[in-house]
């Protein structure tokens, strides 16, 4: 007896990588993070998470890519594939100019521009969160 396979496909895949995604997000987010500052005194914690931010955005624009680019074969999937990619993107800018600026106001001790930047990224983070999930709930249907 062959295995019914019918089910794997193009949009499965996609489903699954957004989910992943969604997940890791959330994780970080909501499990990781706070647990580093918990356990961890708050320097050695930020110091440690300074290092782990550009890693994580970068991850995180990769894993966009996979979906999407599964997604465009379907050729009906144009407003998941363009928030996946806006959300890669995003990710690519936080690694490349806003950690590295939050790191900078950081270490020269200036608490106001960190914190503005922070809230900045905190945002960034919700909304893609946000775009992810509306993507999966797309997706699941």
């Known amino acids: 007896m062959e295995p019914n396979l019918d089910w794997l496909n193009l949009h499965v895949g996609a489903l699954v990588g957004t ?16 647990m580093v ?13 300074r290092q782990v931010f550009p ?6 624009a990769c894993l966009c890519c996979v979906p999407a ?7 009906s999937y144009t407003p998941e594939v363009t928030a996946l990619l806006a ?11 806003i950690v590295p ?3 900078a106001a950081r270490e020269a001790g200036d608490e106001k521009k ?5 809230r900045l990224s905190v945002v960034l983070h919700m909304g893609e969160l946000i775009a992810i999930l509306v993507v999966l709930i797309r997706l699941a249907r």
């Open 19 to 34: 989910a992943l995604v969604f997940g890791g997000m959330s994780f970080f987010a909501f499990v990781f993070t706070p």
């Open 37 to 49: 500052f918990k356990f961890a005194e708050r320097e050695d914690a930020a110091h440690f998470l």
């Open 55 to 60: 890693v994580y955005h970068r991850v995180i």
């Open 69 to 75: 680019i599964l997604l465009i074969p379907g050729r």
């Open 87 to 97: 959300v890669a993107l995003l990710n690519v800018i936080s690694a490349r100019f």
């Open 101 to 103: 600026a939050a790191n």
């Open 114 to 118: 960190f914190a503005a930047i922070h």
